[in-house]
């Protein structure tokens, strides 16, 4: 099956940016997402990017998209203690379904 | 914002019974909703999707007998842990797409389910 993967830690200091990757293996898909979950919580959409598109900014949030090799990023800027928290990224591949990478636990350091 | 709520957010239950979740749209519909598990330190498993007034679809492994789904309406859908064993022990997440959206899915607290 589709396989998503991603570092599973990072940690920043405050108000530096930081960087999460994630490599997925569907070529196909249309959609890809960055959630985030807070403890004990599920998950928000933070953003999307469509496949035919390389990059898409949203305030503190950059997206880029590298569809050749299959890479995701998500940068947030000036990072936050506010941000700590796991950030999956996930392909929707086909019939609706989104597969999700093990996702980044996002520690920012005071 | 569109909003899903889940019901419990804990159950804790003994081995042997069967427990209930439920997954609501608040304020859209959803021809189709999505149920996770997620394992600790781990991703989130798509356990199966279900769409409004059909049978659910499961994933590969997924024991449709154990994990019952039902979807009788446009706002709510249904997970049944059936004889629970304390392996299934987890943070079950429902989501739910709005029947007009091409991509977004929304996604409810999570319920913590803990079999004793």
Redesign the interface.
């Known amino acids: 099956?589709e396989d998503?993967e991603q570092s599973?830690f990072l940690s920043v200091r405050e108000g530096d940016s930081s960087v999460i990757n994630c490599t997925y293996t569907d070529s196909s898909s249309?959609?890809l997402y960055w959630?985030k979950q807070e403890p004990?919580?599920?998950?928000?959409?933070l953003t999307?990017i469509f496949s035919n598109m390389d990059m898409k900014q949203d305030q503190r949030l950059t997206v880029l998209l590298n569809k050749k090799d299959k890479h995701l990023s998500l940068r947030i800027a000036d990072t936050q203690t506010g941000d700590s928290a796991i950030y999956?990224c996930a392909e929707?591949a086909g019939?609706?379904?989104?597969?999700?990478?093990?996702?980044t636990r996002l520690t920012v350091i005071p | 914002g569109a909003v899903?709520s889940?019901h419990p957010s804990r159950v804790i239950c003994k081995s042997g019974t069967s427990v209930k979740i439920e997954c609501r749209s608040l304020d859209f519909q959803a021809t189709?909703m999505?149920w996770?598990r997620q394992f600790p330190?781990?991703?989130?498993?798509?356990m199966a999707?279900s769409n409004e007034g059909s049978k659910a679809t499961y994933e590969?492994g997924v024991e449709k007998d154990k994990f019952l789904i039902n979807h009788a309406s446009l706002t709510l859908s249904t997970l049944t842990v059936t004889s629970a064993h304390p392996e299934d022990s987890s943070f079950y997440?429902c989501?739910a797409?709005d029947r007009f959206s091409s991509?977004?899915?929304?996604?409810?607290?999570?319920t913590?389910l803990t079999v004793t």
């Open positions: 099956g998503v599973l249309t959609y959630y004990g919580a599920g998950l928000q959409l999307y999956f929707e019939a609706n379904n989104l597969f999700f990478g093990t996702g | 899903v889940q189709t999505f996770y330190k781990k991703s989130l498993m798509l999707t590969q997440i989501s797409r991509y977004e899915q929304y996604f409810g607290p999570g913590r």
